[in-house]
Nanobody
Framework: QVQLVESGGGLVQPGGSLRLSCAAS????????MSWYRQAPGKERDLVAF????????HYTDSVKGRFTISRDNTKNTVYLQMNSLKPEDTAVYYC????????????WGQGTQVTVSS
């Protein structure tokens, strides 16, 4: 049974930090590209950060560059999103995604964790 379980969300003041975690099980984590997406109320779900299976390629959406850091620990089957200098516009539900292309392709999603940046 595939599971992606996000944690670490919450309420934080502008300028604060949060660290999101996504614990994976039920598939070969080290073979999956991992991403964080977010969806604000009334908006589409957008990519925030992406890392390849080995972590050799990392991509960030422009609005979070220099503030957010994605990392993965293949020994713990976990991907992280360190979020610093948070802004009110970062408020959203954050989702973890696991994807593999090719013959054994898959596309899995977590249930999401709420991040609210407000004073």
């Amino acid at each position: 049974q595939v599971q992606l379980v996000e944690s670490g969300g919450g309420l934080v003041q502008p300028g604060g930090s949060l660290r999101l975690s996504c614990a994976a099980s039920g598939f070969t984590f080290s073979s999956a590209a991992m991403s964080w997406y977010r969806q604000a109320p009334g908006k589409e779900r957008d990519l925030v950060a992406f890392t390849t299976a080995t972590g050799s390629i990392i991509h960030y959406t422009d609005s979070v560059k220099g503030r957010f850091t994605i990392s993965r620990d293949n020994t713990k089957n976990t991907v992280y999103l360190q979020m610093n200098s948070l802004k009110p516009e970062d408020t959203a539900v954050y989702y973890c995604n696991a994807k593999r292309s090719g013959a054994n392709r898959y596309d899995y999603w977590g249930q999401g964790t709420q991040v609210t940046v407000s004073s």
